[in-house]
C-alpha cells in the first residue's frame, strides 16, 4: 500500500495545582455581590454576569487582586490575573502598584478606627504575595520585581513588631522563593548543555551502512516498552514547561504559517526543546526506516513503529504518537511503495483515522476527551497520564487569543476570555504534573535522544537508493540530488 504524504499532519515549531482547584470558575466568592469586593473604590468597574467576573478596567482587577480587611481574592482569580496580566504589563510593573494599593489600604488603616485590624491585613498580603512566589516564582528573577517584593514585605512587617508572626511568614516564604529560583536556574543549565542529535549526512550515492551499525530494534523490539520510555521522555521534557511560558506564547504569536505556530520561542528554553523533541522524533522514524537496505526489514520497521504509535495512544501519549505518524508520513518514506505494499496497514489506518485533521482534528480531540475524563477517575498512575498534541495545544490558545480582543468596546479587559486561556492551561498544567509510572531504561532512552538522524537531504538519498525513482519528478529530483552530492564531495 502506498500511503501519500500528509501535507496537513502537523509538526511544530514550537507547584500551580494548589492555587487552582479542580476547576477555573472564576465564581465570586459569597457575599462579594456583582461589582466586587476589591480594594479601593474602583470596584465599580468590575463587571459581573451571574456571579462571574467577565470585565473590568485594569485599575480595577488589580485591585481586585489585592486584599482588604474583610475580603480575600479567590484563588482562581488570583491565578487568572496573575497569568494574564502580563500581556499588558511586566510583572515587577504590577508588583509596584500592588505596593501602592498595599500603602493607601495600611494609611487608611492607621487613620481609622480600624487600626487593630493591621495585623489581619498584613497577613492577607502576605499570604497573597506567598501564592504569587509559589505559582509564578520567575517573575521575581528580574531585579525590580524583587526590589518591589522586598519593599511589600517591609511596610507590612511593621505592622506586627511585637510577636513576628508576619515577619516569620516572610522569611520563609522568602527562602521558597530563592530555592525556586535556583532549582530552575540549575535545570536550564543542565538543559542548555544538552544538545540535539547530530545530524547524519547519511549515505552518499551507493554508500551501505556497516553491517553491525544499530538500529532501534536492536536496542528494542517491544513496542508497549518503547513507547513507554517515549513517554518517560515526554513528561520529562513537558514538565519543566510553566504557564507564563505558554501566557509568553500567546502574548508573542502574530501569525500562523503552513500549520506551525511562529513566535518568539527562544526566550524560553524549556519550549524550544519541547519543540525539538518533536521533529527530532519524527525524524529518527524516517531516519530508521530509510537507512535499512532489505525491503523486508524495512517493512518490519514500518510495522513496529506503527505498533509503537499504537501504544503510545493507548497510554494516552498523543504527541508522541503524532510525532510517529509524522515521520512516517514524511515524503522520504511515504514513496516507498513496494515497502509499503507488503506493509499491515489496517492499524496505521486506524491511526490516521484518529489524526484526520478533517473538523478540526474532531476525532483527536474525541480520544483527548475520553483520556482526559480516565485521567480524572483514575485510580492509578498510569491512568492519569495524558499527553495532549502539543502543537494542536498552542493552536487553540493561539486562536483562543486571536478571535476574542483583549479589551471590549468600552475598554474593558475582556477577562471572560483570560479565564477560558487560564481554564485550558491550567487543564494542560495538571496533566504535566504526573508522576511517569513505567520504570526507566536508560539505554533505550539514550538511544532515542542521541541517536543520529538524517537530514531531509540524506532520507531522500537513502529513500531513493532502496527504492528508485518512479515517475518524471522523482527522476529529476534524484539527478539533481546526484549531481549536488557529487560536487560536494
Known sequence: MFLEPQETMPQTSVVFSSILGPSCSGQVQPGMGEHGGGAGGGSGDLIFQDGR?????????MEHLVPTVDYYPDRTYIFTFLLSSRVFMPPHDLLARVGQICVEQKQQLEAGPEKA???????KIVQLLKEWTEAFPYDFQDEKAMAELKAITHRVTQCDEENGTVKKAIAQMTQSLLLSLAARSQLQELREKLRPPAVDKGPILKTKPP?????????????????????????????????????????????????????????????????NWFNCLSMLVATE??????????????????????????????????????????????????????????????????????????????????????????????????????????????????????????????????????????????????????????????????????????????????EGPENHMEKDSWKTLRTTLLNRA
Open 211 to 275: 553491517a553491525a551499525q544499530k538500529d532501534i530494534l536492536g536496542v528494542c523490539c517491544d513496542p508497549l516498552v518503547l513507547a513507554q520510555q517515549l513517554t518517560h521522555i515526554e513528561l520529562d521534557r513537558v514538565s519543566s514547561i510553566y504557564p507564563e511560558d505558554l501566557m509568553q506564547i500567546v502574548s508573542h504569536m502574530d501569525s500562523l504559517d503552513n500549520h506551525r505556530c511562529r513566535g518568539d520561542l527562544t526566550k524560553t528554553y524549556s519550549l524550544e526543546a519541547y519543540d
Open 53 to 61: 467576573l467577565i470585565s473590568g478596567s485594569l485599575e480595577a482587577l
Open 289 to 466: 526506516v530509510c537507512r535499512v537496505v532489505k525491503k523486508k526489514h524495512r517493512t518490519r520497521m514500518l510495522e513496529f513503529f506503527i505498533d509503537v504509535a499504537r501504544e503510545c495512544f493507548n497510554i494516552g501519549n498523543f504527541n508522541s504518537m503524532m510525532a510517529i505518524i509524522s515521520g512516517m508520513n514524511l515524503s522520504p518514506v511515504a514513496r516507498l511503495k513496494k515497502t509499503w505494499s507488503k506493509v499491515k496497514t489496517a492499524k496505521f489506518d486506524v491511526l490516521e483515522h484518529h489524526m484526520d485533521p478533517s473538523s478540526n482534528f474532531c476525532n483527536y480531540r474525541t480520544a483527548l476527551q475520553g483520556a482526559t475524563q480516565r485521567s480524572q477517575m483514575a485510580n492509578s498512575s498510569r491512568e492519569k497520564i495524558v499527553i495532549p498534541v502539543f502543537n494542536l495545544f498552542v493552536k487553540d490558545i493561539y486562536f483562543l487569543h486571536k478571535i476574542h480582543t483583549n479589551h471590549l468596546p468600552n475598554g474593558h479587559i475582556n477577562f471572560k476570555k483570560f479565564w477560558e486561556i487560564s481554564r485550558q492551561i491550567h487543564e494542560f498544567m495538571t496533566w504535566t504534573q504526573v508522576e511517569c509510572p513505567f520504570e526507566k531504561d536508560k539505554k533505550i532512552q539514550s538511544y532515542l535522544l542521541t541517536a543520529p538522524i538524517y537530514s531531509e537531504e540524506a532520507l531522500f538519498v537513502a529513500s531513493f537508493e532502496s
Open 117 to 123: 485590624k493591621l495585623k489581619s491585613f498584613s497577613a
